[in-house]
């Protein structure tokens, strides 16, 4: 997904909520969760201060795609319960924000990813899926994530991604890069072609056991 350079529409804070949360393995944190008026796409996305992330000179940022199979349910067959749980604990450590996007599937939607499984499972990795099925291999836009964080007062932030893209996408929407860094390797028997797929196929860095 490519972004067009020009300026970025400005969003704000609607709503402000302090919420406890636990894992389902016990550890847990107090989190600001954050709504905003005036995002371009409409949707419902949310940001999570974790930690003390109004002290963050430079704030750490997961931009987290939806994924309701792997954040709700535990799936194996992505790693993105995994990284939204490392990435909790990992932003409370230093301070920053937790972007939660409403973005299943890479963009495609909840049931358009299940007809990609069903596609996957004849033989098709996860980008081969989306384009049988007509759609890109990722239609993930991130401007509502520029606008959110420059409704945080976050222009300027380290980000935990494994995706070149999330940061090429921040960058042309004027959000300042500092540092990527990436994720922890989530890697399952169920996973591991997937993530194989996000290497070859997107750049994604992750050290994937050969």
Not at 114 to 141: F, I, K, S
Not at 170 to 181: F, H
Not at 192 to 202: G, I
Request: charged letters at 20%.
């Amino acid at each position: 997904m490519s972004v067009d350079a020009s300026p970025v529409p400005a969003a704000g804070i609607r709503t402000k909520v302090r919420v406890p949360l636990r894992f389902p393995d016990g550890w847990g944190t107090t989190v600001d969760v954050f709504t905003f008026t005036g995002l371009a796409d409409g949707k419902e996305h949310i940001a999570l201060g974790v930690g003390d992330y109004d002290q963050a000179g430079v704030p750490l940022v997961r931009p987290h795609s939806e994924c309701l199979t792997g954040d709700v349910f535990g799936s194996e067959r992505c790693d993105c319960g995994p990284q939204l749980r490392e990435a909790v604990e990992r932003i409370a450590a230093v301070g920053g924000y937790l972007l939660y996007l409403r973005q299943e599937g890479r963009g495609i939607g909840l049931y358009a990813k299940l007809d990609a499984y069903a596609l996957q499972d004849q033989g098709l990795d996860t980008y081969e899926a989306n384009r049988a099925l007509g759609r890109a291999d990722d239609e993930r836009d991130y401007t509502a994530a520029a606008q959110m964080l420059t409704a945080l007062g976050a222009g300027e932030i380290t980000l935990l991604s494994n995706n070149p893209d999330k940061a090429k996408q921040l960058g042309a929407l004027g959000i300042t890069v500092r540092e990527q860094v990436p994720t922890g390797v989530h890697v399952s028997a169920a996973n591991v072609r997937y993530l194989r797929a996000k290497v070859e196929h997107t750049g994604h860095t992750l050290a994937l056991p050969a």
